[in-house]
């Protein structure tokens, strides 16, 4: 949970049906208690909210997967990545097969910055595919 701070206690009514599925859900997931389990779930609301509202930095991950013998397609990676240099914390490369490459690259800034960099991503010619996971810190 949250290290080296107090926590705060707080009750919550709900009715006994979504209590359960939630219960089941939980343990079937192996938490240790409740209590990380709600906390996993407003963390998790928080970042929607975030997401949905573009408001509050951000910290993310990107996956591209490109194909390397597509003419221009790393140099146009590249571009696009100079071009939003300034939300990239790192870059690990991964080659798959002779012809793919996969591209994982954290990211931290603002939710409308990411979405403009994946877009862009995605537009590139010889960009298989573009996968991001966005959460609130």
């Known amino acids: 949970m949250t290290q080296g701070k107090t926590v705060?206690?707080?009750?919550?009514?709900?009715?006994?049906?979504?209590?359960?599925?939630?219960?089941?859900?939980?343990?079937?997931?192996k938490y240790e208690?409740?209590?990380?389990?709600?906390?996993?779930?407003l963390q998790r609301f928080i970042t929607e909210v975030q997401v949905v509202s573009r408001e509050g930095p951000v910290?993310?991950?990107?996956a591209v997967l490109q194909y390397l013998d597509?003419?221009?397609v790393l140099n146009?990676?590249?571009?696009?990545t100079h071009k939003h240099k300034k939300i990239?914390?790192?870059?690990?490369?991964?080659?798959?097969?002779?012809?793919?490459?996969?591209?994982v690259i954290s990211m931290e800034g603002k939710v409308i910055?990411?979405?403009?960099?994946?877009?862009?991503?995605?537009?590139?010619k010889g960009v298989k595919?573009?996968?991001?996971?966005i959460i609130a810190p």
């Open 8 to 29: 705060k206690r707080f009750s919550v009514s709900l009715p006994p049906p979504l209590l359960e599925r939630f219960d089941r859900t939980w343990k079937g997931m």
């Open 33 to 41: 208690n409740r209590s990380k389990a709600v906390h996993d779930a």
């Open 59 to 62: 910290i993310g991950v990107v």
């Open 70 to 72: 597509k003419p221009g």
């Open 76 to 80: 146009e990676v590249s571009l696009v």
């Open 88 to 103: 990239i914390s790192s870059i690990n490369q991964n080659y798959i097969e002779e012809n793919k490459l996969l591209q």
């Open 113 to 124: 910055e990411l979405e403009r960099y994946t877009q862009e991503l995605m537009a590139v």
């Open 129 to 133: 595919e573009v996968k991001t996971s």
